[in-house]
């Protein structure tokens, strides 16, 4: 089936997408259905794991926790942040999502748009800032977290 065509997307289509942070369930993005202007993705991150500090440059960002906890920054600010709890994540805005417990953590991404301008698609995203500071040092003092590459 065409993404013009498709209007939903069972877990069976997702599109399945390991990555250096999480495995990726894609379910919204436009080679799934003709989303323009958002992508949601089904992330599993396994404990003591995060994505470390970095922006999306032209796109805003909702996290929304499933199962599990985040500890989630947002710029300087974090939260521990619970199923059914989400941040806001405005455009060009330096995040993480760290998981320092025990079990897994799962959560949806909501990032929008889904379609860049060619100039704009040139960017990296996201670009990471995790080794520069004040990044670098924001987590002094809390459980190591890595990367799963």
Not at 15 to 38: F, G, H
Request: one cysteine or more; a negative charge.
């Amino acid at each position: 089936m065409s993404p013009s065509d498709r209007r939903f997307v069972q877990i069976a289509d997702a599109l399945r997408e390991p990555n250096a942070w999480t495995n990726n369930e894609w379910l919204c993005r436009p080679d799934l259905v003709a989303a323009e202007k958002l992508l949601l993705v089904r992330a599993n991150m396994d404990p003591m794991h995060c994505h470390p500090f970095h922006f999306h440059p032209h796109r805003e960002e909702i996290i929304y926790v499933v199962y599990g906890r985040a500890e989630q920054w947002v710029g300087t600010e974090h939260r521990i942040l619970s199923a059914g709890e989400m941040a806001h994540i405005p455009a060009g805005t330096i995040h993480a999502t760290y998981n320092p417990h025990a079990e897994p953590l799962v959560f949806l991404a909501i990032l929008s748009p889904a379609k860049l301008p060619a100039d704009l698609a040139a960017a990296p995203d996201p670009q990471d800032v995790s080794a520069q500071g004040p990044w670098a040092s924001l987590r002094q003092n809390l459980p190591v977290c890595q990367t799963r590459l």
